[in-house]
């Protein structure tokens, strides 16, 4: 399970990142260690009140994330894409975000892969895999 755990952690500090940049900060890395917890470097925003939004963006962000992911996979159409789509994105932003070596780089890059494939395998394993994963974020940032 700490495999999964990982991901999740990963996703968490991901939704940091997303809303530090959003909000005009900057990101310089993403961390994770293998206690399940996990850290985002960011530079702060001149913007007032993104201080709040950022730290609240981890949990919140994961929730609405997983929500959103788990309603693709029920929703019977665009599963394989929804999950290319997924794993594009978290090869990315771990390319982006983290250093070579570490946690984080290698727990993105191996889901990022693994979520790239399956969407290329079948619309059911597609979906399959959709509603496990979204379902694993939306209760792990309630736990």
């Known amino acids: 399970m700490s495999y999964l755990k990982s991901l999740v952690v990963l996703v968490h500090e991901i939704c940091h990142a997303i809303a530090a940049i959003s909000t005009?900060?900057?990101v310089e890395r993403v961390v994770i260690h293998s206690n399940e917890s996990g850290e985002?470097?960011?530079?702060?925003?001149?913007?007032?009140?993104a201080f709040v939004f950022v730290v609240s963006?981890?949990?919140?962000?994961?929730?609405?994330?997983?929500?959103?992911?788990?309603h693709r996979g029920f929703s019977g159409k665009y599963e394989?894409?929804?999950?290319?789509?997924?794993?594009?994105?978290?090869l990315l932003t771990t390319l982006k975000f983290s250093?070579?070596?570490?946690?984080?780089?290698?727990?993105?890059i191996l889901w990022g892969s693994v979520f790239f494939i399956v969407g290329f395998v079948s619309q059911s394993?597609?979906?399959?895999?959709?509603?496990?994963f979204g379902t694993?974020?939306?209760?792990?940032?309630?736990?």
């Open 24 to 26: 005009g900060g900057a």
């Open 40 to 49: 985002t470097i960011a530079l702060p925003s001149k913007m007032k009140g």
């Open 57 to 70: 963006s981890g949990y919140l962000g994961s929730s609405l994330l997983g929500g959103f992911i788990l």
């Open 80 to 90: 394989k894409q929804t999950l290319s789509v997924i794993g594009i994105l978290l």
């Open 99 to 108: 250093a070579s070596g570490n946690l984080a780089y290698t727990t993105g």
């Open 125 to 132: 394993a597609s979906a399959l895999f959709l509603v496990s």
């Open 136 to 143: 694993l974020v939306s209760m792990y940032s309630v736990y």
